[in-house]
């Protein structure tokens, strides 16, 4: 006789696989709304071509026309008419086949023709090997199949990086020619601020805020006592106000040093040895972000004594780092290869999960690295002890740091540590 408990799991089941397929029935329908733009663009190159001097206003007129008709905004067209056109120029058809069967969506889509910009500008220079696109293009549809999109553009980014070889200098140093700030009005008495600058410095902004935000939200002052609060602003909103007192109370002053001398907040960057030393040009990376500017790399590491240094074994896994005490050896070991949560999909960056022993340390779990992983708090709560059978996520680590999930409905979920790869 079947249980209740069977059918609602049998029904649960259902739904999900039901889901699923509905997404990979949308993700075909975009792939041929993209087929559908790509061929309005060869019209309005047809008629750019008959009339080169209104090239501009044809253009315009398009995206207009599409914007009004779908309800967007011109941007999300233009975005989507780039799409199109870099799937239809023939040069990525295993990009394109994955969308066309629903096994990638848009967004997926997106990352990867942002990140390939870098890939096609070096191969249409010559300072890349005619390979390096079909390469790109058959590793962003196994990134993609397995990722989602935020930990898709990670990958791909550095990856382009790396096959593009020197040209990722000469773009950082061009974007960093780029920052700006702007400002336009949100109406109802706001404006939007926009800042144009490094990422990594970006990065570290946002953390020192966000740090700062939750000390406030904890109701503790510099001391660390607990103060009475009556304070409702959300973690944004507190954000946004430290930002604001940051901003019009402080002076610039030679006397603090520059603004790389001040940062408290935490990066974490992987470089070559070679790099650092000024042997190479080779990109450092940001983690969690992508490339990063080898003299941005050397400048960080002069002015910073916490460096640690990693060792990688020849497959790109980091499996060791100099340390004092093996506690701390294991810890900055785990914060290296984790680079983030370790739940499928998740970007939280490590030093702001908890590490948590994969196999319960109450049930004999032992405390090592191929028992240990990052995890978020939102995470970390779906395999805990209290939760209840039917809901509680089970996790299994093997010896490569891949962390196997298992699902209230038995399905299984994997998530491999984020690669280090040297092209030398």
Same mark, same amino acid.
């Given at each position: 006789?079947?249980?209740?408990?069977?059918?609602?799991?049998?029904?649960? /089941?259902?739904?999900?696989?039901? =889901?699923?397929?509905?997404?990979?029935?949308?993700?075909?329908?975009?792939?041929?709304?993209?087929?559908?733009?790509?061929?309005?663009?060869?019209?309005?190159?047809?008629?750019?071509?008959?009339?080169?001097?209104?090239?501009?206003?044809?253009? $315009?007129?398009?995206?207009?026309?599409?914007?009004?008709?779908?309800?967007?905004?011109?941007?999300?067209?233009?975005?989507?008419?780039?799409?199109?056109?870099?799937?239809? %120029? /023939?040069?990525? +058809? $295993?990009?394109?086949?994955?969308?066309?069967?629903?096994?990638?969506?848009?967004?997926?889509?997106?990352?990867?023709?942002?990140?390939?910009?870098?890939?096609?500008?070096?191969?249409?220079?010559?300072?890349?090997?005619? #390979?390096?696109?079909?390469?790109?293009?058959?590793?962003?549809?196994?990134?993609?199949?397995?990722?989602? +999109?935020?930990?898709?553009?990670?990958?791909?980014?550095?990856?382009?990086?790396?096959?593009? &070889?020197?040209?990722?200098?000469? $773009?950082?140093?061009?974007?960093?020619?780029?920052?700006?700030?702007?400002?336009?009005?949100?109406? #109802?008495?706001?404006?939007?601020?926009?800042?144009?600058?490094?990422?990594?410095?970006?990065?570290?902004?946002? #953390?020192?805020?966000?740090?700062?935000?939750?000390?406030?939200?904890?109701?503790?002052?510099?001391?660390?006592?607990?103060?009475?609060?009556?304070?409702?602003?959300?973690?944004?909103?507190?954000?946004?106000?430290?930002?604001?007192?940051?901003?019009?109370?402080?002076?610039?002053? @030679? @006397?603090?040093?520059?603004?790389?001398?001040?940062?408290?907040?935490?990066?974490?960057?992987?470089?070559?040895?070679?790099?650092?030393? *000024?042997?190479?040009?080779?990109?450092?990376?940001?983690?969690?972000?992508?490339?990063?500017?080898? &003299?941005?790399?050397?400048?960080?590491? *002069?002015?910073?004594?916490? =460096?640690?240094?990693?060792?990688?074994? !020849?497959?790109?896994?980091?499996?060791?780092?100099?340390?004092?005490?093996?506690?701390?050896?294991?810890?900055?070991?785990?914060?290296?290869?984790?680079?983030?949560?370790?739940?499928?999909?998740?970007?939280?960056?490590?030093?702001?999960?908890?590490?948590?022993?994969?196999? %319960?340390?109450?049930?004999? /779990?032992?405390?090592?690295?191929?028992?240990? /992983?990052?995890?978020?708090?939102?995470?970390?709560?779906?395999?805990?002890?209290?939760?209840?059978?039917?809901?509680? =996520?089970?996790?299994?680590?093997?010896?490569?740091?891949?962390?196997? =999930?298992?699902? !209230?409905?038995?399905?299984?979920?994997?998530?491999?540590?984020? $690669?280090?790869?040297?092209?030398?």
């Amino acid at each position: 006789m079947t249980s209740t408990t069977d059918l609602s799991l049998e029904q649960r /089941g259902a739904l999900l696989d039901s =889901w699923v397929e509905k997404r990979r029935q949308i993700a075909r329908l975009e792939a041929e709304a993209s087929d559908i733009l790509a061929e309005r663009m060869r019209l309005c190159t047809a008629e750019s071509d008959e009339h080169p001097y209104h090239r501009d206003a044809i253009h $315009r007129s398009m995206v207009a026309e599409y914007a009004a008709a779908g309800q967007m905004s011109q941007g999300s067209v233009e975005y989507a008419l780039t799409d199109a056109g870099f799937l239809a %120029d /023939g040069r990525h +058809p $295993r990009v394109q086949e994955a969308f066309r069967a629903g096994a990638i969506s848009s967004a997926h889509v997106r990352e990867i023709v942002r990140a390939a910009g870098v890939v096609r500008e070096a191969v249409n220079n010559g300072r890349a090997d005619s #390979d390096a696109l079909p390469f790109y293009d058959s590793a962003a549809v196994i990134v993609a199949e397995h990722e989602t +999109p935020a930990r898709t553009r990670a990958h791909m980014r550095e990856l382009a990086a790396a096959l593009a &070889g020197s040209t990722t200098v000469e $773009r950082h140093a061009r974007a960093t020619s780029e920052r700006t700030v702007t400002l336009r009005s949100a109406d #109802d008495g706001l404006s939007v601020l926009s800042v144009v600058l490094p990422e990594h410095l970006a990065t570290a902004i946002h #953390d020192r805020l966000t740090r700062l935000a939750r000390v406030v939200i904890a109701g503790r002052n510099g001391d660390g006592i607990q103060v009475e609060m009556t304070d409702s602003r959300s973690i944004d909103q507190v954000r946004t106000d430290l930002l604001i007192d940051l901003l019009l109370t402080s002076d610039p002053s @030679a @006397a603090n040093g520059s603004g790389l001398d001040n940062i408290q907040a935490r990066i974490q960057v992987t470089v070559a040895a070679t790099t650092l030393a *000024g042997i190479d040009d080779r990109p450092a990376h940001l983690d969690g972000h992508g490339p990063l500017h080898p &003299g941005v790399a050397r400048d960080l590491a *002069g002015r910073n004594g916490g =460096w640690s240094r990693l060792f990688l074994d !020849p497959s790109g896994l980091v499996v060791e780092t100099d340390a004092y005490t093996p506690t701390e050896s294991m810890r900055r070991f785990l914060r290296a290869r984790d680079q983030h949560c370790r739940f499928p999909g998740c970007r939280m960056p490590v030093h702001r999960c908890q590490l948590d022993h994969t196999f %319960d340390h109450a049930k004999g /779990g032992k405390t090592e690295i191929h028992n240990l /992983g990052h995890l978020c708090a939102t995470h970390h709560a779906l395999k805990h002890p209290d939760v209840g059978d039917d809901h509680r =996520w089970t996790a299994r680590q093997l010896p490569d740091g891949t962390i196997d =999930w298992r699902s !209230p409905l038995g399905r299984t979920y994997r998530d491999s540590p984020p $690669r280090r790869v040297m092209f030398v």
